[in-house]
């Protein structure tokens, strides 16, 4: 059973240029889940993505969206990159609302 | 939001030693989870328990939902617990959106 996937592992772009973020959940999960972790603090939600919607929102500008795929995928984009965006960006699936969440490996996205 | 906050922010222990790593929050969850972060900054499972107390292996935890903290117990740390510990709390009516808490570092020496 394969836990939850994320691609690529690390990525770096410069200010004003445009990234996607991908994540595979678990197997059985139809809840995706994206946050960001800025270097030496917890990880801050960005926004859930279930049955395809956007069903919740943290505080992130819109310059951050995402979009669900029939089969529970998901893809963070971010626009206009800002240096403050560098950061570790994690994926988590679970199902239901008091379930386990399981998150993925990161991608370490470097803006310069 | 919900305010998490864990004590101690760092902790440096000898190989052998037991220890107690603290989450407090601001209001009432139905949702806590224990993780662990390695040096590559994978988010591992350690515990869900938005209350009781659990056991697994050389690790416990227990919640007190109605004060509001959870308590992580490591016994007999081994330098493979190294790590930052976070607490995360959601409430049912937020989905499963996690607040977390800055974590504790934990250096286990050999």
């Known amino acids: 059973d394969a836990g939850v996937t994320q691609s690529p592992t690390h990525l770096i772009k410069t200010r004003g240029q445009q990234v996607t973020l991908r994540c595979s959940p678990k197997s059985g999960h139809d809840t995706v889940s994206w946050y960001q972790q800025a270097l030496g603090q917890g990880p801050q939600f960005i926004f859930q993505y279930y049955e395809e919607e956007e069903r919740q929102r943290g505080n992130f500008p819109d310059r951050f969206s995402g979009h669900q795929f029939p089969n529970y995928s998901s893809e963070l984009n971010v626009n206009a990159l800002l240096l403050g965006d560098s950061a570790l960006y994690l994926c988590?699936?679970?199902?239901?609302?008091?379930?386990?969440?399981?998150f993925g490996p990161g991608t370490r996205l470097t803006v310069l | 939001g919900i305010q998490v906050e864990q004590s101690p922010p760092d902790l440096i222990l000898q190989e052998g030693a037991n220890s107690t790593l603290r989450c407090n929050f601001s209001d009432s969850v139905n949702n806590l989870q224990w993780f662990h972060q390695n040096p590559w900054g994978q988010l591992i499972n350690l515990f869900y328990?938005?209350?009781g107390t659990k056991q697994n292996g050389r690790l416990s935890a227990t919640t007190v939902a109605t004060e509001r903290y959870s308590l992580l117990y490591i016994s007999s740390s081994q330098t493979t617990d190294s790590g930052v510990y976070f607490c995360a709390v959601g409430q049912s009516n937020t989905g499963n959106q996690f607040y977390f808490g800055t974590g504790t570092s934990l250096t286990v020496i050999p």
């Open positions: 328990i938005p209350s």
């Open positions: 988590a699936s679970s199902t239901g609302h008091t379930d386990t969440q399981y």
